[in-house]
């Protein structure tokens, strides 16, 4: 069996630490009988520059077309005045939307090698193990109405349009009672039920979801603003939190803090299975393009290489092939290897070929 995989490198960091997943591939296929296939696209701002569009139709086809999508970043200064619909960003969000992208999994790790690179006490983060499960394709994101409208005295009228349909919220609660039983079993569903209609019928639908179908899962409900707060007070409460697209957005990157080390976390972004058994993927560090360190061989790969365990997990069913990715990376950052954004006193710094090469190294070892 050939997996199919389009890459989509991206602008800033992006292309570089692709091209360190692609070295990963490279040693899979090599060693534990795995066959690839890959195709290569532009997303983001250098696909504005080469098309005129952050995402073409023809990009898109591709992606339609993949087994995963494997992304680097999008985004930089240089494309920050574009008109809003031609801007990096929407080339994901085009990805997310037409792919159907609806479960967002981030997980927030903490390595024991950095516990101390946290901007927390050690005690409050050594352990963590956070999945956050965030709604993608509805919400505020996707809403309509969006748009600037004029008013008849001169000023302008901004609306977005926060929506969610009991559907969208049973299928995202789903996925986390899912997950929560291959973890700690425990879920924790974040809303603003106090203030929005659209709150109310998330804990509505999830809680009816629970009853129904996942009645051994512990669930809990939380105020999204109180969840920002535990989450600094005591991450290690939590065990899967599942939330709706704008609340998962900053809950994550607030999560991915606690880590201290914003350049070792991955994402996978998963659609529905269809009729054919084929469930659309895509795979992505969650740190940004990082355009002051672009093209340097500074940045970190690790985000990227751990997304490439995630994809062997949820699209290939390859859990073992995830799990010797994950140890590799433990390894090496035991070992004392460290790019710039993680450097500790004592320790080894790297760049990002050559964290690569270290993993590579440790794949061997275990694999051995
Ligand atoms: C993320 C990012 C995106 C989002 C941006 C780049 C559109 O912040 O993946 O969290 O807001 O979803
Ligand atoms: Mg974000």
Request: with cysteine.
């Amino acid at each position: 069996m050939t997996y199919n995989i389009l890459l989509l490198p991206g602008d800033g960091i992006g292309p570089e630490v692709l091209e360190e997943t692609r070295r990963v591939l490279g040693w899979y296929s090599a060693n534990r009988n795995l066959a690839f296939a890959t195709r290569e696209d532009l997303v983001g701002g250098c696909a504005y520059e080469a098309h005129g569009a952050p995402a073409t139709d023809a990009m898109m086809k591709k992606a339609l077309a993949a087994d995963a999508v494997l992304f680097g970043a999008v985004g930089g200064p240089k494309w920050d005045k574009l008109p809003f619909h031609q801007k990096p960003e929407q080339g994901l969000l085009r990805l997310r939307g037409d792919l159907g992208l609806f479960a967002n999994l981030r997980p927030a790790l903490c390595f024991e090698a950095l516990k101390d690179a946290s901007s927390l006490k050690p005690e409050i983060v050594s352990g963590l193990d956070i999945l956050i499960v965030r709604e993608l394709t509805g919400g505020v994101y996707f809403g309509k109405p969006k748009e600037i409208t004029d008013l008849p005295d001169g000023q302008k009228r901004a609306v977005d349009t926060q929506v969610y349909t009991t559907g969208e919220i049973e299928r995202i609660a789903r996925v986390a009672f899912e997950l929560a039983r291959l973890r700690g079993n425990r879920v924790a569903s974040a809303d603003k039920s106090n203030v929005m209609v659209t709150g109310v019928l998330w804990r509505e639908a999830v809680t009816r979801v629970h009853d129904k179908e996942f009645p051994d899962v512990a669930l809990s409900h939380i105020l999204a603003d109180n969840c920002a707060m535990q989450l600094v007070r005591n991450p290690k409460q939590f065990d899967v939190i599942v939330t709706d697209n704008l609340f998962g957005d900053v809950l994550s990157d607030e999560a991915a803090q606690l880590t201290g080390s914003i350049g070792m976390l991955p994402s996978a972004s998963l659609g529905a299975k269809g009729a054919d058994g084929r469930q659309p993927a895509l795979y992505e560090p969650i740190h940004g393009s990082a355009p002051d360190i672009a093209g340097k061989g500074l940045a970190n790969p690790i985000a990227t290489i751990l997304s490439l365990a995630m994809c062997l997990r949820y699209s290939f069913g390859r859990v073992e092939d995830a799990t010797l990715l994950e140890k590799a990376v433990e390894r090496v950052l035991a070992e004392g290897y460290r790019t710039g954004d993680i450097m500790q006193p004592g320790m080894t710094k790297v760049g990002t070929a050559a964290m690569t090469d270290a993993i590579l190294k440790a794949l061997d070892k275990l694999s051995a």
